[in-house]
């Protein structure tokens, strides 16, 4: 019996992002934003920040609150402390990440621990399904130690965060959204290959050289997004390479977004801001 062949995902779109400020005055890419929420169901935002000034990140990300969604934070170097109003404070270091699921409402704050120096990672908000947007706030800091890794035979390193890739299981699994978020590093020469279902949205973002996928290159600081069309990826590296591969299951659901809340109707809106303005949110 022959084997279905598979059949290899191509590049929809390439993305650049757009160059903003966020916080206190932190300079920063916004590589998914609003208008590609639906097109990148379940991922609502992805920003890239990287940057040898201190003055493009030492104000950080004073106290603001969440609400209806999941942040996850990945530092590839630099120092930041995480502190809650639900008790929760860390420090993320070089290699580590940061999962926080906002749920019902919490306040936070992100402030650089250095002067001087590189800070460079990402921050991703990844959406939660209708019947947990008002769970319990959960956080969790993981050291660059703790996240799992494995070393293919094409000549990549990877990082999994979230989902499995080859046999390796990340370090958070999600049975709504089946996020798989991989730090790929590869080697001049380096081919990444990965079975994933044509109904799962995917980007990868380009962040060190530069990649082909479908012989298509894509520039470093620019964002892939992948067609639906197969059920499977691959990325080569002729000169190497370093990317962040992000994707998962849509939710399908309606998304109403006011800033920092996002819920599925107006009316859960208005009360994300009269919770938050009460002093209700996090307390």
Same mark, same amino acid.
């Given at each position: #019996? ?25 300079? !920063? ?10 097109? !990148?169901?379940?991922?609502? #935002?992805?920003?890239?920040? =990287? ?28 120092? &930041? ?15 580590? #990440? ?33 019947? *947990?947007? &008002?769970? =319990? ?24 965060? *979230? ?57 470093? @600081?620019? &964002? ?7 059920? *499977?990826? @691959? ?5 190497? =390479? @370093? ?12 998304? *109403? ?5 996002? #819920? ?20």
């Amino acid at each position: #019996m022959n084997e279905t062949p598979i059949r290899l995902r191509g590049v929809e779109a390439q993305v650049d992002g757009v160059q903003t400020r966020d916080g206190a005055g932190v300079r !920063l890419t916004r590589v998914l934003g609003a208008s590609l929420q639906r097109r !990148l169901d379940p991922f609502l #935002m992805l920003d890239a920040f =990287a940057s040898d000034d201190p003055d493009d990140y030492i104000a950080g990300f004073p106290d603001h609150p969440h609400r209806g969604f999941e942040t996850i934070t990945y530092m590839v170097e630099g120092r &930041m402390l995480h502190r809650d109003s639900a008790g929760h404070e860390g420090l993320l270091e070089a290699g580590g #990440m940061q999962w926080m699921t906002a749920g019902r409402g919490v306040v936070h704050s992100e402030i650089p621990q250095q002067e001087s120096g590189r800070m460079e990672g990402f921050q991703l908000w990844l959406n939660l399904p209708a019947d *947990a947007k &008002m769970c =319990a706030p959960w956080y969790r800091d993981f050291s660059a130690a703790e996240l799992p890794r494995l070393r293919t035979a094409h000549g990549v390193d990877a990082v999994v965060l *979230a989902g499995r890739c080859g046999d390796v299981a990340g370090a958070i699994t999600r049975d709504a959204t089946a996020p798989l978020i991989v730090d790929l590093h590869l080697d001049a020469g380096g081919r990444f290959e990965q079975p994933l279902p044509g109904a799962h949205n995917a980007l990868l973002y380009v962040y060190r050289g530069e990649v082909e996928i479908g012989g298509q290159r894509v520039a470093q @600081r620019t &964002m892939a997004v992948f067609d639906n069309d197969g059920d *499977a990826l @691959r990325i080569d590296a002729p000169q190497g =390479a @370093r990317a962040l591969l992000v994707a998962g299951r849509p939710l399908r659901e309606p998304i *109403a977004q006011y800033g920092p809340f996002v #819920m599925n109707t107006e009316q859960q809106i208005y009360q994300a801001v009269n919770d938050f303005r009460a002093g209700r949110l996090g307390g």
